[in-house]
């Protein structure tokens, strides 16, 4: 069975901060990894794919497969960072379906 | 940029009643979904399609639930016969090709 799990269901952190949301997932087979955000209001938006190995808005994430992890990072924090995030996998052999994860509420205090 | 659009952006139903639950996909996407989260847990999947036929459901899309693509531009759900448990938000979804799915801003669904 594939499972995301996302321990932190809420990360705090002071603007300037290095921020990192945690992801572990479990699967038998090679999946990729993807992080979409929501900001108040808006809807899910992809926010990186590990395939494409690309930092967007400062974020970037590494799978790492020995941890089975996905962890987003940035560096420093900005108050428009602000969202929920949501880790996903994608079990390749099975087309296009994202098992998510619980999520994480970012808030970046000022 | 182009957008998956969902109507009605709030449902209220009674429950047994049937409901239908628009979405238009982007226009040149080739695999649409329904997922929905159920106030305060995960976002879940509930049908893939593709090539006008169901690629893959879930344990909860049983016969209760159904998807059309009537005209070409839509993409619908259908609840037959709605169940208070049936109350989430329901966020439809199209795709290019795997993975990177485009959302819409969903249907909240609230089922009395």
């Known amino acids: 069975a594939q499972r995301v799990t996302q321990p932190e269901k809420l990360l705090s952190v002071f603007k300037g901060a290095p921020v990192e949301l945690k992801c572990n997932y479990s699967?038998?087979?090679?999946?990729?990894l993807f992080w979409y955000v929501q900001y108040s209001r808006q809807r899910l938006q992809l926010l990186l794919r590990?395939?494409s190995r690309e930092s967007i808005k400062g974020f970037t994430a590494d799978l790492n497969k020995g941890e089975t992890s996905f962890h987003l990072k940035k560096p420093f924090a900005q108050e428009e960072d602000s969202a929920m995030y949501y880790c996903?996998?994608?079990?390749?052999?099975?087309?296009?379906?994202?098992?998510f994860g619980a999520g994480t509420i970012l808030r970046v205090k000022s | 940029e182009p957008e998956v659009t969902q109507t009605p952006s709030h449902q209220v139903t009674q429950m047994g009643q049937e409901v239908i639950l628009r979405c238009v996909p982007i226009?040149?996407?080739?695999?649409f979904y329904w997922y929905r989260q159920i106030l305060g847990q995960k976002v879940e999947f509930l049908v893939s399609?593709?090539?006008?036929?169901?690629?893959?459901k879930s344990e909860i899309f049983d016969d209760q639930f159904s998807v059309e693509r009537p005209d070409g531009s839509n993409f619908t759900l259908k609840i037959r016969s709605t169940k208070l448990e049936d109350s989430a938000m329901y966020f439809c979804?199209?795709?290019?090709?795997?993975?990177?799915?485009?959302f819409g801003n969903g249907t909240r669904l609230t089922v009395t």
């Open positions: 979804a199209s795709s290019e090709d795997s993975g990177a799915l485009h």
């Open positions: 699967y038998s087979g090679s999946p990729e």
């Open positions: 590990h395939i």
């Open positions: 996903a996998l994608s079990p390749i052999e099975y087309g296009n379906k994202l098992v």
């Open positions: 226009s040149n996407h080739l695999y």
């Open positions: 399609f593709y090539n006008n036929e169901i690629s893959e």
